[in-house]
């Protein structure tokens, strides 16, 4: 999820985005989701197509299947742009329509602004951070740690790594080299679910060293010039050892420990209590 275009929250729902033909799409079941509360979002929008003939005959025309990054990686999803979205909302009943059609507006007039200064997502991105009560060395430290993962993709994209399961594996390599942890048992470790962001959980020190073994196995794939999933694992191994190395050296000189069960749960959720009492 370090795509800082797809960060986009209504009332601390996330709706996926995508842009297509120019223009950003979101995600249907992630807008109904948002306005419903419903939790089979998939069966509710079969009802509602049932219930709304009309909406139903053009279903196909304003809702195209497009290719959304989820935790499973690729799939295809109904998405609709801004006119469709209103589209949809005419046919839900729900309290929250008028808030999300200002937010819907506010949104598309930002993603325009964005597209021609990108300096302002991550303007956004830091307030998004703020307004869950994180300091700002925190999101400083946390914004430079999606950018290098951005630049390590893109390193993989271009060596034949594919999207999704094998971003995952490498990903996998890299955590247990430096942490002696898959990300899974570090989301366990904090005791973290499965819908918690990893890297949203982890304190500086823990996001400066998957930076380094991230920074670390980028430079051997360039290095070595691997290709394909097999090689580009043995570079996130070396990767991510060397930064394991680091780590135990801080640690002797500081006599601290930088895996940490913290977490920053109660944190955001006191911020979003705090953000509703205004």
Not at 129 to 144: A, C, F, Q, S
Not at 219 to 243: I, R
Request: a positive charge; proline letters at 3%; glycine letters at 6%.
């Amino acid at each position: 999820m370090d795509n800082l275009k797809d960060l986009i929250v209504f009332q601390d729902k996330v709706i996926r985005s995508v842009l297509h033909n120019g223009e950003i799409h979101f995600v249907i079941r992630d807008v109904v989701e948002a306005l419903t509360e419903s939790k089979d979002p998939a069966q509710y929008i079969k009802r509602l197509r049932k219930r709304d003939t009309e909406l139903a005959k053009g279903w196909v025309q304003f809702v195209p299947l497009l290719e959304v990054q989820t935790k499973g990686g690729i799939q295809k999803m109904g998405c609709a742009n801004t006119k469709g979205i209103f589209r949809l909302i005419q046919s839900i009943p729900s309290p929250k329509a008028e808030p999300f059609k200002q937010w819907l507006a506010k949104v598309g007039h930002e993603r325009i602004q964005e597209n021609e200064n990108p300096e302002l997502v991550l303007e956004r991105l830091k307030e998004t951070y703020r307004l869950k009560g994180y300091n700002d060395n925190w999101i400083n430290t946390r914004l430079e740690s999606i950018g290098v993962r951005k630049k390590l993709t893109d390193e993989w994209q271009k060596r034949g790594v594919k999207k999704g399961l094998e971003y995952a594996i490498l990903t996998s390599e890299i955590s247990q080299a430096v942490f002696g942890l898959k990300p899974s048992e570090h989301k366990q470790f904090k005791a973290l679910k499965q819908k918690h962001q990893l890297r949203d959980h982890m304190t500086e020190t823990e996001l400066l060293f998957t930076r380094l073994g991230e920074i670390t196995t980028r430079n051997e794939a360039k290095k070595t010039d691997a290709q394909g999933l097999h090689q580009n694992k043995t570079a996130a191994k070396k990767g991510g050892k060397a930064a394991n190395k680091a780590l135990e050296a801080y640690e002797k000189e500081t006599g601290e420990k930088v895996l940490s069960d913290k977490n920053f749960i109660k944190q955001i959720e006191d911020a979003k209590t705090k953000k509703k009492l205004k």
